[in-house]
């Protein structure tokens, strides 16, 4: 050491100042230039990892645009998606309004609208009819959860291949959705929403359950609809008979029923019948032999009668009833029975038809009307008219015309009910009340007369008294009760039935008297039920009601069966058979009535001519009576003969003999016109009181 301190010594001069250089101050450094200085190199991205990843900041970026663009997409396919309905309504929903008609014995008279049949069930089938359809339309049905994505994927490739639609892949319980709930669009977000309610559906319903509800829903062409309509109407049997063969042939018609609808083109079916077999066959519901054996068995369509449709008045009038029936929302498939007797409907519109186009003409006569109602209120038969093709119009139902002397059995059982006998006598002489004066149709007056005598031969004079000895308004009461609602206008012409009242009405009075007293209520529908056997409506016969003493009834009966055997009804007998009836002729003609009854029925009969025009001189006795005849030994067919309660009261007699009940009856009268009393009502000393 030399002993200086290290503070004195010199440092020692750089290679720079050894050189001579000029040495300056060093300056300062920045903290961060200090720290690279000090700190460890960052290497650099090269190229390749730069682009990575750029690329996967790009592909993150364009997965959640892609994510978010696909959600939105997947939310816009189900926007708007219609509920899937409940499962009842999945038996009516799209389902056009229609009804089908049958009689009381089961037989079909019509159907209004498509044809549906009633409802199948599976437990009813034989096993090859539901695998005939399962072979035909979807083998994988009881794999897949109501779509089937094997099936779309493989769907999806051809048609992106093919560059057109040539496969659909669609399950049944697609197809009922596509056909039940949705539009009938082709576009992805339809198919979508398909696929979405269909597993939906499986979800709620068993497979059977979805199935059967297919074989009652799908079209089969030709207008029918369901399995039962198909296989009633083209092999005229149900579907638990349905052969192999007709089995496959009815599953090879949804894919096309237009088309191959076999009223029209059997062979193309036929066709597509053997695929369903070869189908059955390969999934193992059948063997190549049954098959084969289905695939030649002979096909025979069953040749239907059209519908008559004269029937069709009948039909309208249970469509009307039908309305004040059932609620607004009733289902839309309707089985209604009606009492109508399909037999005798079609004897009673022939016999209206045949005989008016025979005497019509000569008569001036273009219409007639008919109606038969059973004792218990069943209509058996309506006729509206002579031709429903020509003319809907329902003469039985809807036209009110002036029933002329047919309206004289309301007069007098107003008359008896109020206390007078068929014996009592009144002047048949000219009268005038105010300023009216009723004549009778043959212009001659027969002096004293007893009441049955008066109506037998329907003297006009007599009617016209009673109905002022108690009053119009009576005999309007007396006519609502007897269950005619039509207006009636309370005057005194009123006893010669110049208020305009329905053929239905009217023979639904005189059905009072066959009752004996107790009012008729007919009725044209049974029951009324839906396809799946749900009853809506079911008549049920009313308690009796009396509506005239049982006396009444009696002596009015007896009076018009003495107007068939003894007066102007003569031509409305029947062989065999006691018969009691009326005739009714309005004011030139216009009108001509016959209306009466036996002991199981009661008819009504109207000629005339729909604008009002007089016929030539046609009375009730004449071609309404005939007419009458011919309807009610129609309606008595096979029937034991009864005759109707009171008849036994009508004994005839002679001519003389009624001309002594006549003056005997005139003087008791006028001794009681002196006495004050009744001679008839006197009794002897020793009777008991």
């Given at each position: 050491m030399d002993g200086k301190s290290p503070a004195s010594a010199k440092p020692k001069p750089t290679p720079a100042a050894k050189a001579g250089s000029k040495q300056t101050a060093p300056k300062k450094k920045t903290p961060g230039l200090q720290r690279k200085a000090t700190g460890k190199a960052k290497p650099k991205l090269s190229l390749r990892w730069r682009l990575i990843k750029y690329g996967l900041i790009a592909l993150l970026v364009t997965m959640l645009g892609a994510g978010g663009t696909g959600y939105w997409y997947y939310r816009s396919l189900y926007t708007g998606m219609p509920d899937l309905p409940s499962t009842a309504e999945l038996w009516t929903v799209k389902r056009e309004p229609a009804t089908e008609f049958r009689s009381l014995d089961g037989s079909l008279l019509a159907i209004r609208g498509p044809r549906y049949g009633r409802v199948v069930r599976m437990a009813d089938l034989p096993p090859h009819v539901p695998q005939a359809f399962i072979a035909a339309e979807d083998k994988r049905f009881y794999v897949h959860d109501g779509a089937d994505t094997t099936a779309i994927a493989r769907a999806a490739w051809i048609n992106w291949r093919t560059g057109r639609t040539v496969s659909g892949a669609s399950t049944i319980t697609q197809q009922l959705i596509k056909n039940l709930v949705l539009d009938p669009r082709q576009t992805i977000r339809r198919k979508a929403q398909e696929v979405r309610l269909a597993r939906e559906l499986e979800e709620r319903l068993s497979k059977n359950e979805i199935l059967e509800l297919y074989l009652n829903r799908v079209y089969f062409g030709a207008g029918f609809y369901g399995l039962d309509a198909a296989s009633t109407h083209y092999f005229g049997k149900p579907p638990a008979e349905l052969s192999l063969a007709e089995a496959a042939l009815l599953a090879a018609l949804p894919q096309a029923p237009s088309r191959l609808a076999l009223t029209g083109n059997l062979d193309d079916a036929r066709q597509r019948q053997a695929y369903v077999l070869s189908e059955m066959a390969d999934a193992g519901f059948i063997d190549v032999l049954q098959a084969d054996l289905a695939r030649k068995e002979e096909i025979t369509l069953v040749e239907r009668e059209g519908e008559d449709p004269q029937f069709g008045y009948v039909l309208d009038a249970a469509a009307q009833e039908m309305r004040a029936l059932l609620p607004e929302d009733a289902p839309p498939d309707l089985v209604v029975t009606l009492t109508v007797e399909p037999k005798l409907q079609t004897q009673v519109q022939e016999l209206v038809a045949a005989t008016m186009a025979e005497q019509g003409p000569d008569q001036s006569a273009s219409q007639a009307a008919a109606i038969v109602m059973r004792d218990d209120g069943r209509i058996a038969?309506?006729?509206?008219?002579?031709?429903?093709?020509?003319?809907?119009?329902?003469?039985?139902?809807?036209?009110?015309?002036?029933?002329?002397?047919?309206?004289?059995?309301?007069?007098?059982?107003?008359?008896?009910?109020?206390?007078?006998?068929?014996?009592?006598?009144?002047?048949?002489?000219?009268?005038?009340?105010?300023?009216?004066?009723?004549?009778?149709?043959?212009?001659?007056?027969?002096?004293?007369?007893?009441?049955?005598?008066?109506?037998?031969?329907?003297?006009?004079?007599?009617?016209?008294?009673?109905?002022?000895?108690?009053?119009?308004?009576?005999?309007?009461?007396?006519?609502?009760?007897?269950?005619?609602?039509?207006?009636?206008?309370?005057?005194?012409?009123?006893?010669?039935?110049?208020?305009?009242?329905?053929?239905?009405?009217?023979?639904?009075?005189?059905?009072?008297?066959?009752?004996?007293?107790?009012?008729?209520?007919?009725?044209?529908?049974?029951?009324?039920?839906?396809?799946?056997?749900?009853?809506?409506?079911?008549?049920?016969?009313?308690?009796?009601?009396?509506?005239?003493?049982?006396?009444?009834?009696?002596?009015?009966?007896?009076?018009?069966?003495?107007?068939?055997?003894?007066?102007?009804?003569?031509?409305?007998?029947?062989?065999?058979?006691?018969?009691?009836?009326?005739?009714?002729?309005?004011?030139?003609?216009?009108?001509?009535?016959?209306?009466?009854?036996?002991?199981?029925?009661?008819?009504?009969?109207?000629?005339?001519?729909?604008?009002?025009?007089?016929?030539?001189?046609?009375?009730?006795?004449?071609?309404?009576?005939?007419?009458?005849?011919?309807?009610?030994?129609?309606?008595?067919?096979?029937?034991?003969?009864?005759?109707?309660?009171?008849?036994?009261?009508?004994?005839?007699?002679?001519?003389?003999?009624?001309?002594?009940?006549?003056?005997?009856?005139?003087?008791?009268?006028?001794?009681?016109?002196?006495?004050?009393?009744d001679v008839a009502t006197l009794q002897p000393a020793n009777a008991q009181q």
């Open positions: 038969a309506m006729v509206g008219g002579v031709d429903y093709t020509t003319s809907e119009f329902n003469r039985a139902t809807q036209a009110r015309r002036q029933p002329g002397s047919a309206f004289k059995a309301v007069v007098y059982t107003a008359a008896l009910n109020n206390g007078a006998s068929p014996y009592d006598i009144r002047q048949d002489a000219p009268l005038r009340i105010d300023r009216w004066e009723p004549r009778n149709y043959t212009g001659i007056y027969l002096g004293p007369v007893t009441l049955a005598e008066a109506y037998a031969e329907s003297l006009n004079t007599v009617a016209a008294q009673l109905t002022q000895e108690v009053g119009e308004e009576t005999v309007v009461e007396t006519a609502r009760r007897l269950g005619i609602e039509s207006d009636l206008n309370p005057v005194p012409s009123l006893a010669l039935g110049t208020s305009g009242v329905t053929l239905e009405e009217l023979t639904r009075a005189y059905g009072t008297f066959m009752k004996d007293g107790l009012r008729l209520e007919p009725f044209l529908i049974a029951k009324i039920e839906d396809t799946r056997g749900n009853v809506h409506f079911e008549h049920v016969e009313p308690s009796a009601r009396r509506v005239i003493r049982e006396d009444v009834s009696r002596n009015m009966t007896a009076m018009m069966v003495r107007t068939v055997e003894n007066g102007t009804g003569g031509a409305a007998r029947v062989a065999g058979w006691r018969v009691a009836g009326k005739t009714g002729t309005s004011q030139d003609w216009r009108d001509a009535w016959f209306v009466g009854y036996a002991r199981p029925a009661v008819v009504g009969v109207w000629v005339g001519n729909d604008n009002d025009s007089a016929m030539r001189r046609v009375s009730g006795g004449g071609l309404p009576a005939e007419l009458f005849s011919g309807i009610m030994g129609l309606t008595l067919a096979g029937e034991e003969a009864r005759a109707p309660r009171g008849a036994e009261r009508y004994v005839a007699i002679s001519e003389a003999a009624e001309q002594r009940v006549t003056f005997y009856r005139t003087l008791a009268g006028a001794f009681a016109t002196v006495s004050g009393r």
